[in-house]
């Protein structure tokens, strides 16, 4: 009897680590432009999350914000040529 709940004890603990996905940092995500797609992606399309999909969701979605935030604002690819008119 003993065995069995020792057994069973155990058990739970392997099956507890199961189907647990690694957390990324926000870092990670800004590195990774395919990961962070995928990720946000996944997220819009999921309807159910554990923790640790939340958070992977969260620090992918806010990358994509960091990075959206840093680009300039306004200013054409192409320099302006200014040309001087006397």
Do not use: W
């Not at 957390?23 to 159910?48: P, Q």
């Amino acid at each position: 009897m003993k065995k069995i709940i020792a057994v069973s004890i155990i058990g739970a603990f392997f099956l507890a680590g199961c189907g647990k996905e690694e957390i990324y940092t926000v870092d990670y995500y800004e590195k990774n432009d395919d990961a962070r797609a995928a990720k946000i992606a996944k997220c819009e399309k999921a309807s159910k999350m554990n923790a640790e999909e939340m958070a992977n969701c969260h620090n992918a979605k806010r990358a994509q914000y960091l990075i959206d935030e840093s680009k300039p604002i306004g200013l054409s690819a192409k320099k302006s040529e200014k040309t001087d008119e006397k």
